[in-house]
């Protein structure tokens, strides 16, 4: 009997050695593997790519820091960098002054309501996408592309 409680304490030690290196090696593997997916903005910016840098900014705009970074990749790239940075956004506000002024002349477009309710989604303004979706279910309440997008 006390042999075999030896023997039983020596295959436990063994096996137990044996099952740590395996869970380490598991660890260092996905380790090592999750540690090489680095995105490749990171490498553009180490790189000094202008259209990472523009990337990243856009990213980044609603943080604290944009404003410093900003500043900072304009010392690289110039004063243009900021207007390729909003260029999105000024388009964006563009077209909705453009549909705002067919709307002036046609309020109850309905597909000119339904742009801007997607515009205004786009720019997370809740608010007012479902101000204009709520227009364009008064003027047709069995308008099919409402499904897709829910408020």
Same mark, same amino acid.
């Given at each position: ?35 090489? *997916? ?84 786009? *720019? ?28």
């Amino acid at each position: 009997m006390i042999k075999m409680k030896t023997v039983l304490k020596i295959l436990l030690k063994k096996y137990f050695f044996y099952g740590l290196i395996f869970v380490l090696s598991l660890f260092l593997f996905f380790n090592i593997f999750y540690s090489q *997916k680095i995105s490749s903005l990171f490498f553009g910016l180490i790189n000094n790519d202008k259209k990472s840098a523009v990337l990243f900014l856009e990213k980044i705009r609603e943080k604290k820091f944009f404003e410093n970074q900003l500043k900072y990749f304009e010392n690289f790239y110039g004063e243009d960098l900021k207007n390729e940075v909003f260029f999105k956004e000024n388009q964006r506000n563009l077209k909705i002054k453009k549909l705002e002024q067919i709307l002036e002349k046609n309020p109850q477009a309905r597909d000119i309501l339904y742009s801007l309710s997607l515009i205004y989604l786009e *720019k997370n303004d809740i608010k007012k996408a479902r101000k204009y979706l709520e227009l364009v279910k008064e003027i047709d309440p069995e308008y099919k592309k409402i499904g897709n997008y829910h408020y």
